[in-house]
Structures are given as C-alpha cells and as structure tokens.
C-alpha cells in the first residue's frame, strides 16, 4: 500500500477544501458532474491496472469518485457514486495510462445541492485478488443491459432491475426458433446483429456455434471482450467481436445464420436492414423485434414515453408485425412469424414483472424465422 498525500490537492471553481488533522476536508457547490476536488496519481503508478482506495465521509449531497486524466479530460479508470450519509472505504480501478491522472471528487447532485464530507486517506492497493479486479472493470461502465457472472465469485448485475428474466424468456424462444429453422448450430458459422455485450452471442457459442457479433455501440463491444476475458471457456473466447452497424457490415463470405434480438424497432432504414441481412446469410435468421399492436401494415413513430423499449430520446419507427413481415419477404425470405405464446407458456410470460410481461403479452413483441 502507498498512500497519497491529502495535503496535494486541487480544487476547483467553488470547491471548499482544508487539509489538517489527517484529513481533507471538502464542499463542493459546483453543478453535477462539474470538477470539484482532485488528488494526483501520478508518479508511481506503474504497471496498470492498480486498486486505488478511498476513506472517505460524505456528510450531505452525492459525489462521484472516480479516476480521470486532467490532461486528456477523459476517464482512465473507474468510478463509484455515494450518496450521503455515508462513512467508509470505496475502490475504484486505475487501469488507462494517462498524461495527468488523478482521483476526481465531484457533486452527482442534480440541481443546486452541496456535496459535504472529507476524505482520511487515499492509497494504492497492490494485492488486490482477481475476483476484485474483475468487480471493479466492470465499474468502469456506467450501464450493463445484461447480468453476468464474471467468474471467481465476482458478478455484474443489470442496470435495470428486474430485466433479466425477460431477457432469458426472449433468449429461450429464439434458441428455440434457431433449433426449429436450422436444427444443431454446432460448427455452424453464426452472426448475432446487434449483439450489445454478448449475452446471446456467448450462449450460442457455448452451444457450439461459430460466432461473430456485431454492436454499433463501442462500450458495448468493450464489455463483450471483457466478458471474453474473465470466460476459461473456449468457444467463449474465440468470439470475434466487432464493432459495426448492420449496414455497413461487410464480410468477406456470408454466414450460415444470422441472428437478430432487439434491432428492427431501432432501424430508421428497416429495408436496407432487412436487405443486408438477407446478404450476411446462407440459410436464413431468427429475429426478434417489439412491433406496434396493429393488424395494419404499418410503421408508427414512437419514443420512451410510448414504449419502454426506445431508448430516452429516441424517435423510431415502430414497425407492426404484418408490416416486417412484408419487408422481411420483399427482400427474398420465406417468413414466419409467432408471438411469444405460440412457443412459450402463459405462465412463464406471467412470471415477469408487469412492465415486461405487457410487452410479452399486449402484442407488442414478435419473432421472425427467416429461411431461404
């Protein structure tokens, strides 16, 4: 253990702060998120990734404590948010090389609330064990749309509470339709679009698939290489993860399968979507998408405050089931299409918390097996 100097602050804008009798005392009265007090990291922090440990005593208001570079502005490490009253030892990981690293204190407030409290020490810690470390990477994401069990009694669990037996209710009836259509997927070469941090991708390689997955999202992509890292599993491991959108998506020769959670209702294109994937496939997909309750063939522009499933902000194009079916079948598949009761129970549905068993239930969710 080393230990960092208190009395080496910095403070800024209309931070308060006082180093004396062991500790540094702090008021942060900046907006959230704005720098509030830092601590320099610098000099002998060799050899990343390392544990930094923070005493610390937030008396009112909320702060972050996390690792940035002040050189850079960005993130080099973890963070962790505590909400007062609150007296203990957090760690936060500094695993990125940086110009100017330091341990950053900032209000986590909305609004015009004051962060109160002092920090006792702040030290590196050198004997962290695996498991730790492993708890601690995955804090440096500040969403996880799935849980996962990290190995070595470590775990991350989904930011939304609740989500998880839906995911494995929608996750059981597309390996279902996947058997259906195309029989053992062993040896097969396989496509998850839209794979997020691999949650599917990962089964279905565990079940002997050949597995590609494809994200537009970066952070997602870099939590599916972590996920690969902490697996001893091989057909894990040899995922190949890549960071692309459907469209622009070009292998070098098509797949056996695609397969596709989640995407469809995202698609500002939904016909040059459904085109690429009838192009990345020799057999055909399984696909899933929330649709608009609707016996039409439709498209409706939807958002968060229609549907749970759009992300806050988001303007879609909510297709209906009918309507993906016309796509699905003007770019050359032969389509069928269930809704969740043909291939699940009522019961299982019924088991998820209300907000998702009703997209389960209300007619606002379809999966597709496309063959060629």
Not at 126 to 148: C, I, M, Q, V
Not at 182 to 204: N, Y
Not at 255 to 262: L, N
């Amino acid at each position: 253990m080393r230990e960092v100097s208190l009395s080496n602050f910095e403070a800024f804008k209309d931070t308060r702060a006082n180093a004396s009798g062991g500790r540094l005392e702090f008021e942060i009265a900046s907006k959230q998120w704005d720098y509030g007090l830092a601590l320099p990291l610098s000099g002998f922090w060799q050899k990343l990734p390392k544990v930094v440990e923070a005493d610390i005593e937030l008396k009112s208001g909320a702060v972050r404590v996390e690792c940035l570079d002040l050189k850079s502005h960005g993130e080099c490490g973890g963070k962790v948010t505590l909400a007062a009253p609150f007296r203990g030892k957090v760690r936060v990981l500094l695993e990125k090389p940086a110009g100017r690293p330091v341990l950053m204190v900032r209000n986590a407030a909305p609004g015009a609330s004051r962060a109160v409290g002092a920090l006792y020490a702040v030290a590196r810690l050198d004997n962290a064990d695996p498991a730790e470390f492993r708890r601690l990477k995955a804090g440096t994401w500040d969403y996880w749309h799935y849980s996962y069990d990290l190995g070595q009694g470590a775990r991350v669990e989904a930011t939304i509470d609740g989500i998880m037996p839906m995911h494995r209710l929608n996750q059981k009836i597309m390996l279902h339709l996947l058997k259906t259509g195309f029989g053992d997927i062993a040896g097969k070469r396989i496509v998850d679009v839209a794979c997020a941090s691999g949650f599917h991708t990962m089964e279905m390689a565990r079940q002997g698939g050949r597995m590609v997955g494809v994200d537009i999202d970066a952070p997602s992509i870099e939590q599916a290489r972590f996920l690969q890292q902490c697996s001893d599993v091989k057909t894990v491991r040899d995922i190949r993860f890549e960071l692309s959108g459907l469209h622009g998506f070009k292998p070098a020769e098509p797949f056996d399968i695609g397969f596709c959670s989640g995407l469809f209702y995202h698609l500002l294109d939904p016909v040059g979507g459904a085109q690429a994937l009838f192009n990345l496939v020799k057999e055909g997909a399984v696909v899933h998408s929330h649709i608009v309750d609707s016996p039409e063939a439709i498209m409706a522009l939807a958002d968060s405050s229609k549907y749970k499933c759009c992300f806050d902000g988001e303007f879609a194009l909510m297709p209906s089931r009918s309507m993906l079916e016309r796509i699905f079948a003007h770019v050359g598949f032969k389509v069928k299409s269930f809704s969740p009761r043909d291939v699940v129970s009522d019961a299982e549905i019924d088991s998820l918390a209300p907000e998702f068993s009703t997209l389960f239930a209300s007619g606002n969710t379809a999966y597709y097996l496309l063959t060629k």
